[in-house]
């Protein structure tokens, strides 16, 4: 293999972490087990297998999933996975749900509840707090 210079990327930080955890694991940088995922990857997606077409088969609803054997069925739901995880990235569920009419809420950094108007306003919701409770009188006897 020939020594290439690296290039600068960003990498999720969930796939950052696991890579530190199981780079220690297997006494390597999180770096060094990024690369080692990513070779695999692509050794694996590159490959044209009875198998690999199986699994493209199901994942494009050809396929029943019942169909696949367990390896099978791992890498399928390995795809899924990866699949959603590059869906939910790159999308802003706030601005589709705005875009639909929906009010939505979150919470802020201070931990208050914010809810966000489809028009692009906010509002910070305050709680209303209840008066204290009277505590009931005891029912012993007085002399």
């Known amino acids: ?8 990327t960003r990498v999720a930080a969930d796939l950052m972490d696991s ?4 780079g220690a694991r297997q006494s390597r940088s999180a770096k060094q087990q990024l690369d080692h995922w990513a070779r695999v990857g692509r ?3 590159s490959q044209q297998t009875a198998a ?3 699994v493209e088969a199901a994942l494009a609803g050809d396929l029943e999933l019942r169909e696949l054997s367990v390896e099978e069925g791992a890498v399928f739901n390995a795809e ?3 699949a959603i995880q590059e ?3 790159g999308s802003n569920y706030g601005k589709l749900l705005a875009e639909r009419g929906v009010t939505t809420v979150a919470l802020d950094d201070n931990g ?3 809810e966000h108007r489809p028009d692009g306003s906010s509002v910070t919701l305050t709680a209303k707090r209840r008066p204290a409770r009277r505590r009931k009188a005891s029912a012993t006897p007085t002399r």
């Open 1 to 8: 293999m020939t020594n290439t210079a690296d290039r600068v």
């Open 19 to 22: 890579a530190a955890t199981e």
């Open 43 to 45: 050794a694996v997606s």
């Open 52 to 54: 690999r077409r199986r």
């Open 80 to 82: 899924v996975a990866a």
């Open 87 to 89: 869906s939910l990235a």
């Open 112 to 114: 208050d509840i914010v």
